[in-house]
Structures are given as structure tokens and as C-alpha cells.
């Protein structure tokens, strides 16, 4: 079946270490995105890729990086540097906007990160 | 500030009854996605609404598009507990892939 996983879905960490989340898919998307989720405040975009070896900032990039070596994956780094981490990170990837096709993102199930 | 604002925030509904969740914006919509959300999962896609006065429909569950283009509708019928999560419109900003979206409508199905 085609779809998204995202790994760990529940990861713990000490305040001052990086921490790298996994999101792979198989659906042959060009596009990839990261979201933050917070209660009340629907998503935020942290990063986007539209191609392999390409990634633009979203509204909230900083304290986090990203790479897409791989069309399958993207993978999302919080560092030490992101004052807030503690969320639920949401991972989706997309077609390319093209005449005849859909392009609505599809998304993994989450990992919540809890930094203490 | 937000750009898409979802009305109601929550909403606390009799099993069989209808609903509606309200998605608007000020400016105009080029692409109107809703999503439904179980708490502590990811998003599944349910509907997307492109040209103004557009409506589909999907089981119980019927989005609209208004002909302005600013404001979308979900409604259900004959709501169920399955019907119970967290309901997300999400929108084109129309020069690239991203998205924005609204904060939610979380829906509690009353047996």
C-alpha cells in the first residue's frame, strides 16, 4: 500500500539535544512538507521541498533543518536552538501542480515530541 | 494572524443531528481543501473545492464553496460517532505547493 510513515511516534528528549525525525513515502510525490501542530493553533510550515536537493523555509523554519537527498524522504532535525520544541510534527507530500492532476497533500500519522 | 478562520472553535452534537462548520477568508480562495483529524493522528483528505459556487459531497458529509470564493461550508447529516475529530480547512496561497490552514473545528459526537 502507498502512503507515508513518519518514526518514532512518540520521542523523548533532554532540553539541548537534536533530535531527527523520520518521514518516508512511496507514493512517488515531488513535493514534501513538515507541519507543527500546536492545540488551538492548526499548522504551521516548517519546511518544504519541491524537488530532490531543494527546500524552502516555511513560516516557522528556525531552530529546525531539513535535507532531501532522496525522493522518498525527508527528514526533519529539531535542534537545540528551537526554543519550543514540545509539539505534534506532521509530515505530507503532494504531487506536482499539473493540468489533470490532483494535488491535495497526503499525510503521515505524527510524531509528538516532548523535550524536558 | 490567522488568514482562514473556522467557526465554530468546537461543537458538541446530539448523535442524528445535522452540523455545519464554516471555513472563510478575505481574500479569495483558489483552492479549498478540508480534512478531518483523529486526535493524536495525521490528517486524512476529504474534499477539495476550486470553483466558486462548487459543492461535493462524500456519504453523509457535504462541502460547498461559496461563489465569491471566501467562504466554505461542511456540513453533515445525520451526524455519527464516527463523524467525531477534529475538522481542518486548509487553502491555496496560489504561487506554490504551500498551504495555509485554519485552526480547526474539534466536533464531540453525544451518544
Known amino acids: 500500500d502507498g502512503g507515508i510513515t513518519q518514526s518514532p511516534k512518540y520521542l523523548f528528549r533532554k532540553e539541548g539535544q537534536n533530535v531527527t525525525l523520520s518521514c518516508e513515502q512511496n507514493?512517488?510525490?515531488?513535493?514534501m512538507y513538515w507541519y507543527r501542530q500546536d492545540p488551538g493553533q492548526g499548522l504551521r510550515l516548517i519546511y518544504y521541498s519541491q524537488i530532490v536537493n531543494d527546500f524552502q523555509k516555511g513560516d516557522i523554519a528556525e531552530g529546525y533543518s531539513v535535507s532531501r537527498e532522496k525522493k522518498e524522504s525527508f527528514p526533519l532535525t529539531v535542534t537545540s536552538a528551537q526554543k519550543n520544541p514540545t509539539a505534534f510534527y506532521l509530515c505530507?507530500?503532494?504531487?506536482?501542480?499539473?493540468?489533470?492532476?490532483?494535488?491535495?497533500?497526503?499525510f503521515g500519522p505524527g510524531t509528538r515530541l516532548t523535550v524536558t | 494572524s490567522q488568514e482562514l478562520e473556522q467557526s465554530p472553535q468546537s461543537l458538541i452534537v446530539q448523535e442524528g443531528k445535522n452540523l455545519t462548520i464554516n471555513c472563510t477568508s478575505s481574500k479569495t480562495l483558489y483552492g479549498l481543501y478540508w480534512y478531518k483529524q483523529k486526535y493524536g493522528e495525521g490528517l486524512i483528505f476529504l474534499m477539495m473545492?476550486?470553483?466558486g459556487g462548487e459543492e461535493k459531497s462524500h456519504e453523509k458529509i457535504t462541502a460547498k464553496l461559496d461563489e465569491k470564493k471566501q467562504q466554505s461550508s461542511l456540513h453533515i447529516t445525520a451526524s455519527q460517532p464516527s463523524h467525531a475529530g477534529i475538522y481542518l480547512c486548509?487553502?491555496?496561497?496560489?504561487?506554490?505547493?504551500?498551504?495555509?490552514w485554519g485552526a480547526g473545528t474539534k466536533l464531540i459526537i453525544k451518544p
Open positions: 507514493l512517488n510525490h515531488d513535493a
Open positions: 486548509g487553502a491555496d496561497r496560489g504561487s506554490n505547493y504551500q498551504l495555509i
Open positions: 473545492l476550486q470553483k
Open positions: 505530507a507530500s503532494s504531487s506536482p501542480r499539473s493540468a489533470g492532476l490532483s494535488y491535495e497533500q497526503y
